[in-house]
C-alpha cells in the first residue's frame, strides 16, 4: 500500500512531491517504506537463494521494504543450486570450489586434505611407495604414488614386481630372500610357445638342493650350464647359482628348465 500511494503521489497533480522526511531518517519520504519510523529507510536489495543454504545469488536480485519469499540479504552464494556449495562451507577434495573462495581443492589453503587419499613417496621413481613416507592430499604429488608396497625405496631394481635373484636381498618385496618361488618367477619364463608344433612353453623355477650350500652372494644372476642323459631322454638343462663353501648354512638355488 506505501509503495503504491508513493506511486500515485509521484503522478498525481497539485501533490507537493518535494523533499520531505517526516522522520528524520534522511530518507525523502517517496523512497521511504515508513516514513514514520526512523528505523526503517529505502527498500533493500534482496538476492534469490534458490538452494535455501541463506547465501543469495548476486544475478538475481530485487529491491523490496520486506523479504521476498526464498531471497535473502547475501548475495556471496557461487552456486546457488547446490547447498553444500556456499562461503560457510568447507573446501573438500571433490573438484569443486565448495566455499566460493575461487581456489577449489589442493590449490585452497583451507581444504581438508583428510577427504583426500595417503600418497607414499616414490624415492627411486620405480613406481612403488614406501610405506613410512606419505602424505594425505587431493592429487598425486611429485615423487609420490598410491603404491605402498615398496621395501626399499632407494633401489629402484627392488620392488614387487622384480625378480627375486641369488644376491641374498629380498629383491620382490615378499619377505623371503633369494627364494625364486614365486608366481612372478614361474610368470617369466622366456621360452615361447613353439607355433609350429604346438609345443608348450618351458618355465624356470629355482629348486632346493638337498646339500648344505647357498647362492653367493656376489652371485646377481645364474651361472653354469650342464645337460645330461637318462637313457635317450634329454633332460632339461640347469642352471646352477655360483655356490659358497659347504660351512655355508642354508640352502643352494639352483634355476632349471621343466615341461
Sequence with gaps: MILLALACAKETPGIDTSFQDADEDGVEWLDDCDDYDAEVGAPLTWYADTD??????????????????????????????NGAVNPAATEVCNGFDDDCDGALDGDD???????????????????YGDPEDSVESCSIPNGYTPDDSDCDDAEAAINPDAPDLCNEVDDDCDGAVDDCNGESDEASATDAT??????????????????GLRCSSSASEPSG???????????????????????????????????
Design 52 to 81: 535455501g543454504d541463506g547465501f543469495g545469488n548476486l544475478a538475481t536480485a530485487t529491491d523490496a521494504c520486506e523479504q521476498p519469499n526464498a531471497f535473502v540479504l547475501d548475495d556471496t552464494d557461487c552456486d546457488d543450486g
Design 109 to 127: 589453503d583451507d581444504v581438508d586434505l583428510s577427504t583426500g587419499r595417503a600418497y607414499y613417496a616414490d624415492a627411486d621413481s620405480d613406481g
Design 194 to 211: 613353439d607355433a609350429t608344433t604346438s609345443t608348450p612353453a618351458t618355465r624356470r623355477r629355482c629348486r632346493p638342493l638337498a646339500s
Design 225 to 259: 650350464l650342464s645337460q645330461h642323459h637318462t637313457g635317450s631322454t634329454l633332460k632339461a638343462p640347469i642352471r646352477r647359482c655360483p655356490m659358497t663353501t659347504a660351512a655355508t648354512t642354508g640352502l643352494d638355488l639352483r634355476l632349471g628348465l621343466s615341461d
